[in-house]
């Protein structure tokens, strides 16, 4: 069965530097999340979209960005990039007609790691 | 907003012994619970959830949970656990009817089983 994609698996980026990552979810899935899990954490949430529109909001720096295209794909953003941004960022989607009812789908994670 | 508290960092058991780990949670009228695995370097795995209806649900890899309303808990069971249980285990909470679907996970609980 087709699982959630994320890519880069790993990404080493400078302080300061930009970063993109991008998510594909599930085939007929219609909303996106993106967490965040620093090491020895748990995920934190970060923003979700469903139908391509922003659903929802949490603890999203300003500088990170995200959107969800036409394809249900969906890519986030990252500028002015820091060492506290270091951490294994989780894309994950649910399936339609769900509600709050569904379990989330997750993608194995891209590791980033800012020096 | 709702909270989700996994009291114990870690649990030890040993193969083939019961396996019990601990979540409660606080949330604003009835909650949706989940609980997931995370394996190493991995995205997380969903193993079961409740919704509604029987207080003990059962879910993959011969994981249960009994949801507890007046103690506001969701404990995960195993009756006999693997070596290949080790893991890392996440509970999570979703408000009925909460504006927007994301999931608020506990501070997961670190699961090692001794042969």
């Known amino acids: 069965a087709a699982g959630v994609i994320q890519s880069p698996r790993h990404l080493i980026k400078e302080k300061r530097e930009t970063a993109t990552l991008k998510c594909y979810p599930i085939?007929?899935?219609?909303?996106v999340y993106w967490y965040q899990q620093g090491p020895g954490q748990d995920p934190q949430f970060l923003i979700s979209?469903?139908?391509?529109?922003?659903?929802d909001k949490g603890s999203i720096p300003d500088r990170f960005s995200a959107q969800q295209f036409s394809d249900y794909h969906s890519e986030l953003n990252m500028s002015s990039l820091e060492l506290g941004d270091s951490a294994l960022y989780f894309c994950?989607?649910?399936?339609?007609?769900?509600?709050?009812?569904?379990?989330?789908?997750f993608g194995e994670g891209s590791r980033l790691t800012v020096l | 907003a709702q909270s989700v508290a996994q009291p114990e960092d870690q649990v030890n058991v040993a193969e083939g012994n019961p396996l019990t780990v601990k979540c409660t949670y606080s949330?604003?009228?009835?909650?949706?619970l989940f609980w997931y695995v995370q394996y190493p370097n991995r995205g997380l795995q969903f193993l079961l959830k409740?919704?509604?209806?029987?207080?003990l649900v059962k879910g993959s890899y011969g994981f249960e949970a009994e949801f507890n309303k007046s103690q506001t808990s969701f404990h995960l069971k195993k009756p006999s656990a693997l070596v290949s249980d080790s893991a890392l285990y996440f509970c999570?909470?979703?408000?009925?009817?909460?504006?927007?679907?994301?999931?608020?996970f506990g501070g997961g609980t670190r699961v090692l089983v001794k042969p």
């Open positions: 409740y919704i509604t209806g029987d207080n």
């Open positions: 994950a989607s649910s399936a339609p007609g769900t509600g709050g009812t569904g379990e989330l789908f």
């Open positions: 949330v604003s009228g009835n909650p949706y």
């Open positions: 999570a909470v979703r408000p009925y009817r909460a504006a927007g679907n994301k999931l608020t």
């Open positions: 085939p007929r899935h219609d909303t």
């Open positions: 979209f469903y139908e391509k529109m922003q659903s």
